[in-house]
């Protein structure tokens, strides 16, 4: 059964930093395309960071040069490395594996940014 359990979530204050972590189970994630999104409540999810099969970063404007997308094979798990953090980036942060057609969400997990 495939699972994706994030965590790595917190309150922080502006110029900070944190890194999310996405533990993969049922599926290796060197194999596929996996991401991180966000969404502040009463409105859409927003496409943060991708990684490629080929380690190959992409990121959305509003987090480009703040936030680093990563891997570790042998532990299964993706990173979204977050620095210089600020108010607007506080939303719940979701990983996700980017099959064709339909994405596979984790549970998400809260980053507060505030002072």
């Known amino acids: 059964q495939m699972q994706l359990v994030e965590s790595g979530g917190g309150l922080v204050q502006p110029g900070g930093s944190l890194r999310l972590s996405c533990e993969a189970s049922g599926i290796s994630v060197g194999n596929v395309v996996m991401g991180w999104s966000r969404q502040i409540p009463g409105k859409e999810r927003e496409w943060v960071a991708l990684l490629t099969r080929s380690s190959n970063p992409n990121y959305a404007d509003s987090v480009k040069g703040r936030f680093t997308i990563s891997r570790d094979n042998a532990k299964n798990t993706v990173y979204l490395q977050m620095n210089s953090l600020k108010p607007e980036d506080t939303a719940v942060y979701y990983c996700?594996?980017?099959?064709?057609?339909?994405?596979?969400w984790g549970q998400g997990t809260q980053v507060t940014v505030s002072s």
């Open positions: 996700f594996i980017q099959f064709p057609g339909i994405p596979f």
